[in-house]
């Protein structure tokens, strides 16, 4: 698969009208097809199947340099997968997308990808943390969403909890940072964890709750019980 034959299979199934709409509703400067998120899926899922891993990587960081909205979609559908025998062309291909952020759409289905990739081998969580320390507003973003799966665990193991300390601590640092996509990401990750951890989150609330945007506060809280919501 080349990636001139991945760009046509896209744009065959784009129609003007929805790619219209699309550029309205995300209103970043980009080309847009008008594909539909399932078609998106589909190729995607074929194309993980005609490729090695390598492969996979070369093809989607052609995809991304397109700058075409759904081949940048597709370039991080293409790379999401659990399993990877020999993973590091794939975390190094997501490494390189994360300055080139502008967007929440494409932003998210990247991070995705890489929460695998984090899941596989979670020292790499010491990458992420420098990305808390970028001026790039995308790459802040980034290292919440991308360690997502940290606020998931049932019964978390100590390392796990490790982690997942370590990132209430990043997200402690971001809440002087009064941008909305900052303070919604600190509300996402609070939120997520307060169903599986609702005491760290009323305890990151009592420290720095005060100094959040009333909006992401409340999102926080949103799962916690009727009182702690309230509060």
């Known amino acids: 698969m080349t990636a001139e034959a991945a760009l046509e299979a896209l744009r065959a199934l784009g129609t003007a009208g929805k790619a219209a709409q699309m ?24 194309w993980r199947r005609a490729l090695e ?8 960081g052609a995809l991304w340099d397109s700058n075409i909205h759904e ?5 991080a559908k293409l790379l999401t997968q659990a399993r990877q025998k020999d993973d590091a062309a794939t975390w190094d291909r997501i490494q390189s997308w994360v300055p080139e ?21 979670p020292s790499r969580i010491d990458t992420v943390e420098n990305w808390t320390r970028s001026d790039h507003l995308w790459t ?18 100590p390392d796990e909890l490790a982690i997942r300390d370590r990132v209430l601590g990043w997200a402690a640092g971001y809440v002087p940072d009064r941008g909305w996509f900052i303070q919604k ?6 939120r997520d964890l307060s169903r599986r951890d609702p005491d760290r989150v009323r305890a990151f609330l009592a420290e720095h709750g005060a100094g959040m945007k009333p909006f992401a506060r409340k999102e926080a809280a949103r799962l916690l019980p009727s009182e702690d919501a309230a509060g």
């Not at 891993?53 to 989607?60: C, I, K, S, T, V």
């Not at 502008?102 to 899941?119: T, V």
């Open 140 to 157: 802040r973003r980034a290292a919440l969403v991308i360690t997502l799966p940290w606020t998931k665990q049932r019964d978390p193991k």
């Open 71 to 75: 081949a940048r979609i597709a370039a």
């Open 23 to 46: 550029a309205a509703y995300h209103k970043v400067d980009r080309p847009y097809l008008g594909v539909a998120n399932g078609d998106l899926d589909a190729l995607a899922r074929d």
């Open 101 to 121: 952020f502008d967007a929440w759409a494409i932003a998210d289905h990247a991070c995705i990808a890489g929460q695998k990739r984090l899941i596989a081998d």
């Open 185 to 190: 990401a600190i509300a996402w990750w609070l």
């Open 53 to 60: 891993a390598p492969a996979r990587a070369d093809l989607a």
